[in-house]
T-cell receptor
């Protein structure tokens, strides 16, 4: 089945530690996105990539980094510079140039600072 | 101008009733308006979407009403069922752009049996 796989489902981070969230898709989609979800705030865009080896900052990129070395993979690193990283992180993809812009989302990673 | 404002934040409806969630936007360049449904611990799933050249789109029990002049759109869930209990997000995007979706704040719907 085609889809997006996010791992791990739950992740715990200690203060000052960097952690990496995995996002893999087998939909052959060009564009991939990372969103952060907090209660009552909807989904906020962290980073996005429209093509391999290229990515852009979203609205809340500070304290995060990404890479896009392969079309199917778009990992997100939450660095120690992110002061409030506890949240639900969602990865999504979309076929570039599609008539409709519907995203396919992964099942998310819940990150907690301990 | 990039915001999408969604209301209400939470909604309780009796089984068989109509659930209505509203969204408003400012940017007239938006031209794609999807609704997503999210169950706890899961990623959002596309429910239904509309473009501004039509005023209404219906898929089963779900209907989007779109008012271009008022810059508002709404989701109507007819004959609401307990299985519809979820969080609903409206969103907006601009054609030919990066495909970025701007999301509303979300509405938590509870349908009581």
């Amino acid at each position: 089945d085609g889809g997006i796989t996010q791992s791990p489902k739950y992740l715990f981070r200690k203060e000052g530690q960097n952690v990496t969230l995995s996002c893999e898709q087998n939909l052959n989609h060009d564009a991939m996105y990372w969103y952060r979800q907090d209660p009552g705030q909807g989904l906020r865009l962290i980073y996005y990539s429209q093509i391999v080896n290229d990515f852009q900052k979203g609205d809340i990129a500070e304290g995060y980094s990404v890479s896009r070395e392969k079309k199917e993979s778009f990992p997100l690193t939450v660095t120690s510079a992110q002061k409030n990283p506890t949240a639900f992180y969602l990865c999504a993809s979309r076929e570039q140039g599609a008539v409709n812009y519907g995203y396919t989302f992964g099942s998310g990673t819940r990150l907690t600072v301990v | 101008q990039q915001q999408v404002k969604q209301s209400p934040q939470s909604l309780i409806v009796q089984k068989g009733g109509i659930s209505i969630i509203n969204c408003a936007y400012e940017n007239t360049a938006f031209d794609y308006f999807p609704w997503y449904q999210q169950f706890p611990g899961k990623g959002p799933a596309l429910l239904i979407a509309i473009r501004p050249d039509v005023s209404e789109k219906k898929e089963g029990r779900f209907t989007i009403s779109f008012n271009k002049s008022a810059k508002q759109f709404s989701l109507h869930i007819m004959d609401s069922q307990p299985g519809d209990s979820a969080t609903y997000f409206c969103a907006a995007s601009i054609a030919g752009n990066t495909g970025k979706l701007i999301f509303g704040q979300g509405t938590t719907l509870q349908v009581k049996p």
